[in-house]
């Protein structure tokens, strides 16, 4: 009986391999399909435009519309090795928060560098250190600082960004550092709350590599005790022919066994050994951090703007906004700058200086108002604000009006006669016109 079962699958076996004559113009077909493709492939390549780190690629809603960057400013561009250098800014979070994109309820400040070329020493949200994510709410201002120590030398762009949970990145602004100085000079020595100096750059590596060695042999050891066997289709047709017995040995039975209980008896003795050799030792933290906006900064009540309606001219690259202002100091106010999707429009006729970021993207005469005459304590005015330049093209901002959530948003920056300053959120949809 068994016999002439083990005959039908070495003849069932043999079968399968024996689908190799082709006509060959099939194959012949094949090549040119081939041959397509990888033409199509270089075009794709060449065609495709070299970003940093893809931060006009980002859909112009999310740049606009979820975390709004301000006052972005470096402590020194040019550091060597081991100085510390600090970046600093303001952020909004947009109330008009993209419905296709998760609410930030798990949001991580991060800098984005081209690799380890710097270390991160520090990090503060509203004056406060935090190491986790944080949940941000919308219609919030917060202020950040992160303090960074050069590692390797070189010239390298970098930005700070937000990871959002379940929605990727949003950069900040981005700038060019400098890190002059040699390698070999990097230190980063701390001490540990048992007062032990340690270097952070080799601490524990060797531990590290041993035990991913370790368990990735022993993973590796009993995958390849199984690989060498008859796989897949072999193997299912031996167990539809009742072979099983030829698949699993005794022997394979009692390694199972072994590893059953080995591995967790050895998990539980090395981490036995740990815990003697480190008492007083942290757990990785993985809690969410509770980090409450500062008071408005952003749409703090005193100049309020209300957007009617936004109009983009293809044609002309340029937004027009109808805004409805009312200003409620005792000064009269002018709109310095319109900020969005980091690029600021700059309104040239307004005396006092505007914020910059760092290396920011400016339209220097972008912004222009049908009545630049300053708006009166107390007065309420319609005023069409027109930010233009090529910029809405270059940075890829124009792709709003070709997605399904055509919304704007940016930040308003109005000044006094004293050069205070006050700052208004604004959002609309907004209607293409392609003539
Ligand atoms: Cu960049």
């Known amino acids: 009986m068994k016999t002439t079962k083990k005959r039908n699958v070495e003849i069932s076996v043999k079968t399968i391999n024996c689908n190799e004559a082709k006509p060959n113009l099939q194959s012949s077909l094949l090549d040119y399909l081939l041959l397509l493709g990888m033409i199509f492939s270089v075009y794709m390549l060449t065609l495709q435009p070299a970003h940093a780190h893809g931060e006009k690629n980002l859909e112009p809603y999310v740049r606009m519309r979820t975390i709004q960057w301000y006052d972005v400013q470096w402590s020194k561009q040019k550091f060597n090795v081991n100085d510390e250098v600090s970046v600093t800014g303001k952020f909004h979070v947009a109330e008009d928060w993209p419905i296709s994109v998760p609410k930030p309820d798990a949001a991580f400040l991060n800098i984005s560098t081209p690799g380890p070329v710097m270390v991160r020493t520090e990090r503060y949200l509203n004056g406060k250190p935090y190491m986790n994510s944080v949940a941000l709410q919308p219609g919030g201002d917060y202020d950040f600082k992160v303090v960074l120590k050069g590692r390797l030398p070189g010239r390298y762009h970098i930005h700070p960004f937000f990871n959002l949970l379940d929605a990727g990145q949003v950069m900040g602004p981005g700038v060019w550092l400098d ?254 016109k392609f003539n």
């Open 179 to 432: 890190i002059g100085g040699d390698e070999a000079d990097f230190t980063n020595n701390i001490q540990t709350i048992n007062g032990q100096a340690i270097n952070m750059e080799t601490y524990g590596l060797a531990n590290g590599i041993f035990w991913h060695s370790f368990w990735a042999l022993i993973g590796t050891a009993w995958l390849l005790w199984w690989v060498r066997r008859p796989l897949f289709i072999v193997r299912y047709r031996m167990l539809h022919a009742g072979l099983e017995e030829e698949l699993v040995t005794p022997l394979d039975r009692n390694i199972g066994k072994a590893i059953l209980v080995g591995v967790p008896l050895l998990v539980f003795v090395f981490y036995t050994m740990t815990v003697n050799e480190y008492p007083k030792a942290i757990p990785l933290q993985a809690s969410l951090d509770q980090i409450l906006p500062l008071s408005a900064k952003v749409n703090a009540g005193v100049v309020e703007v209300d957007t009617v309606r936004a109009e983009y001219r293809v044609a002309e690259r340029s937004m027009k906004l109808s805004l409805k202002i009312k200003n409620g100091s005792d000064k009269a106010i002018q709109i310095g700058e319109f900020a969005t999707g980091g690029v600021h429009f700059l309104n040239k006729v307004a005396p006092v200086s505007q914020q910059h970021d760092a290396e920011s993207v400016v339209a220097a005469e972008g912004l222009s108002l049908d009545n630049p005459a300053p708006i009166q304590p107390g007065e309420e005015r319609a005023v069409l604000m027109t930010a233009g330049d090529a910029l809405w093209e270059s940075e890829k901002l124009d792709g709003l009006i070709k997605d399904a959530d055509s919304r704007i948003g940016g930040l308003i920056f109005f000044y006094d006669t004293e050069g205070e300053r006050y700052v208004s959120s604004v959002t609309a949809a907004v209607i293409p």
